[in-house]
């Protein structure tokens, strides 16, 4: 490791409490030594190894259901707002611990400064939506037609659920799923990505804390293990009544049909392969800052990510020339130095995809305008990197219906917005999409039932960066599951209709009698 990396790995150890081998299993307390392999966080920075963390096995995985099932027990006999009250708490917590937080993020999954702090602040935003929500989980209350009744809707907690995230937003995804659930009155049961589990560690060790403080149940608990082992463990358990899971269309298809064969509930993230139309009623400064934002953020590892703009043939020459430019210009490097705009991908296979992806693109008759290369950076011996890259295609092929988890940019252009519409709506995953102008009948169309097949649309925007206050989630191979804010809450619940009948009769429903 270099200088300053070992200088940052040790600051933060220092501050989270760290140390070179740490217990992946928590539920109540650390377990000291959990019996399942051990897995190794490794710094894309610089590929070199950070920690070892002792994983869960099958055995450990009981004890942590067990107990964590119990905890909701507790759980359940607080208020809403007293539940809410803890998120609260944890917010402030979350808060003073942004910079240290953000740092290990940053170190283990290679995401820039501010990225990695905006990951953290993410997660202060849905605390701060779930105090809010505790004192409003309301449900409908509708007109009887049975005289003196009264019908409505509770939302009562699921009970046990599990959160199985991504390296790629490796807290923030854990929290919108448990902070919202906390409140409703469930517990929750973490599987993070096994690429990003220091930042997990140190998440639990920051919650778990104010929830020893202040002696609240000890309802999050965590589990690191490998999908195959710990997540198939979770999906096949009937005791976790949802599972929110965040990963490839591929794994999502086995977690699904585990799920549904014994009347489970899901959530389901899954693949992004989001397009942006850009017109020429557009205006192109917004509309490059916005397509570089969505297409290099995060080295291209966001759901989110923009991986295909579709533009007007009258500005095409104009705006693939200027994103050529940007493309050009742009920091590639070590993500913790100022100006650094894109850091390294998560591991070897990422590199590997990435150049197998713009192989294709090639063969499939796309035209390279920028980067396309792997990438090496001064003063760091190892690391992941690529050049961000944009590669002009004549239609819409097989690789550019696939999401490769790289900063690679697929341009198509077009002469009507129905041309457009069409091209953005081909491929098989629907999570994002954007259309950059101004003229109000193309944006309405976009965002109409014959435009964005999408779960977020955005109007001269990224499709990328989505605050937490809306649904999130997407359509067709994405999944269909919506979290974080809007109603997302009720998955997290058993819906129950109530029906009160406060008179001296008991008349029926559809006019029914029964006299005995
Ligand atoms: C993801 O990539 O899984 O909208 C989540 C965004 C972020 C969240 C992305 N707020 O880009």
Known sequence: MSMDLMKLRKE???????????SGVYAAEWVKHPSGKKVVSVSPIDGKDIATILAGSKDDFEMIVRKTEKAQNDWLKLTPPQRGELIRLIGNELRKQKENLGKIVSLETGKTTVEGEGEIQEMIDIADFAVGLSRQLHGIQMASER???????QYLPLGLIGVITSFNFPSS????????????????VWKPSSKAILTAISVMKIVTKVIKENKYPEIFALVIGSGAEI???????????????????KSGRVVSETVARRFGKTILELGGNNGSIVSSKANLNLSLKGVAFGAMATAGQRCTTTRRIIVEEKIYKEFTTRLKNIYTDV?????????????????????KNFTRAVDRAKMEGGKLLAGGKTATIRGLKGGFYVQPTVIEMPKVTPITCEETFAPILYVFRYKT???????HNAVPQGLSSSIFTNDLMEEEKFLSALGSDCGLANVNTATAGAEIGGAFGGEKDTGGGRESGSDAWKIYARRQTVTINWGKDIPLAQGVRFEV
């Open 12 to 22: 933060i150890f220092n501050e989270l409490g760290l140390n070179s081998t740490n």
């Open 147 to 153: 005289f003196e009744h009264r019908m409505y809707e």
């Open 173 to 188: 995804v854990w929290s919108w799923n448990s902070f919202i659930a906390a409140v409703v009155g469930d517990a929750v």
């Open 231 to 249: 997540g198939n463990l979770m999906s096949a358990d009937p005791r976790i009544k949802l599972i929110s899971f965040t990963g490839s269309v």
């Open 331 to 351: 920091k590639v490097g070590n993500p913790r130095e100022e100006g650094i705009l894109v850091g390294p991908l998560i591991d070897g296979d990422a590199v």
């Open 417 to 423: 917005l129905e041309e457009a519409i069409k091209i």
